[in-house]
């Protein structure tokens, strides 16, 4: 089996970049230490330290395979993804069988693929494929990340070449290729001190504040859309009307939401990635005040523990609200088809929030515990 990031297959908003994950999968409920366990947790800070934050980075939203709403056989819906989505991206760490099953299947498209596996871990000779290799560091990952971040700037540009079994496919001409592994660990020296942590942490946190701003906006627009609407779905649920009188109402709820709805998944989608890329400097961060002593961590140090807990606090109100817009919007999608999209946006855009929830927790646990 393997894991799988996607987003719907037919989005509503048709400038909306797909993309499938493939990637070794573990069992997250396996006895701890066992090999699926730690399959699994390897897995996820892979997603979630390089994957999610470079997709982020372009407004590509990637979901897990929990992730899928639709109903259907779960191997349809993977062959599907690997056969049309924009982009793959595929984790050949551990030469996983799946994997190397749905790789073959997508160097048959010609369509972008990306490669990225960790030193030491790859099942076969990868020199004329463009791989991107990174140690399980955190300055590993970091570079890792930026160099996946590249590698789709490369693919929304359509700078990519399709790979021999494509071209042979096609017709097209088969050139060689340079061997091209890019080694995603840098010198040490390049990796960021703890001043450049804190710096980042201070830069990033401005930046989140924006997204939260943006999720709130667009929340606000739904809800208002759904006022809006509420007399007409009154008059249709007057005794005696027929139930063709909701169509309308629901034709032109699911118009109202479509862009802001759409809007939220991507901001949603933006603010986790920023949340993951700012776990490094903020962990940093809380291991230099856990060193001080308590009357040492008065001024900036309290400031920015403080800081920490009223993220976490305000984020669980942003989980708390999506949660209910989501549950209602559950209903109104089994009401009409026309709703379907926006129900999906919003049903990603809490997935993609609650999925960094653990990571927020952790850091007002700390932070609580420091203060």
């Given at each position: ?16 970049t ?12 396996a ?10 947790e ?22 897990r ?20 989505d ?18 073959g ?38 570079s ?23 071209r ?16 995603a ?74 862009e ?17 890329e ?6 940093a961060?809380f291991?230099v005040?856990?060193?001080?002593p308590?009357e040492?961590?008065?001024g ?26 989501e ?17 999906r ?27």
């Open positions: 089996m393997s894991t799988v990031a996607v987003t719907d297959a037919k989005p509503e908003d048709p400038s909306m797909t993309c499938f994950v493939i990637a070794p999968i573990g069992n997250e409920h006895p701890n230490g066992s090999p699926e366990l730690v399959a699994y390897e897995n996820l800070e892979i997603y979630e330290k390089v994957i999610l934050p470079a997709c982020a980075r372009h407004g590509i939203v990637p979901v395979a929990d992730g899928i709403a639709e109903t259907g056989e779960i191997t349809e819906q993977i062959c599907r993804h690997v056969l049309q924009d982009i793959v991206i595929a984790d050949l760490t551990g030469g996983n069988a799946n994997v190397t099953y749905e790789l299947i997508r160097h048959l498209t010609g369509k972008p693929i990306i490669h990225i596996g960790e030193h030491g871990q790859l099942p076969f000779d990868l020199s004329l494929i463009r791989t991107i290799m990174f140690k399980r560091s955190r300055s590993g990952l970091v890792a990340r930026r160099d996946l971040e590249t590698a789709l700037k490369g693919a929304l540009d359509n700078r990519f070449e399709p790979l021999t079994p494509a042979i496919l096609f017709g097209l001409p088969v050139v060689p290729s340079p061997a091209a592994v890019v080694e660990e840098p010198d040490d020296l390049e990796a960021p001190g703890l001043l450049d942590r804190f710096a980042r942490v201070e830069a990033q946190t401005e930046a989140v504040g924006e997204t939260t701003e943006a999720i709130s906006g667009f929340m606000t627009v739904i809800a208002e859309a759904t006022l809006q609407i509420g007399p007409v779905m009154e008059r249709a649920a007057q005794p005696g009307t027929p139930m063709s009188a909701w169509l309308p109402a629901m034709t032109e709820l699911a118009r109202s939401m479509a802001p709805a759409s809007g939220l998944r991507e901001a949603c989608t933006r603010f986790a990635g920023q949340m993951v700012m776990d490094a400097a903020v962990q961060a291991d005040i856990e060193t001080m308590p040492q961590r008065s900036s140090p309290t400031g920015f523990l403080e800081q920490m807990i009223s993220t976490a606090e305000s984020t669980h109100e942003v989980v708390s609200v999506l949660g209910e817009v549950v209602g919007m559950r209903w109104l999608v089994k009401m009409s088809r026309e709703l379907r999209g926006p129900g946006d919003l049903t990603a855009a809490v997935k993609q929030v609650s999925g960094v929830m653990a990571r927020i927790a952790d850091w007002e646990r700390r932070a609580r515990a420091l203060i």
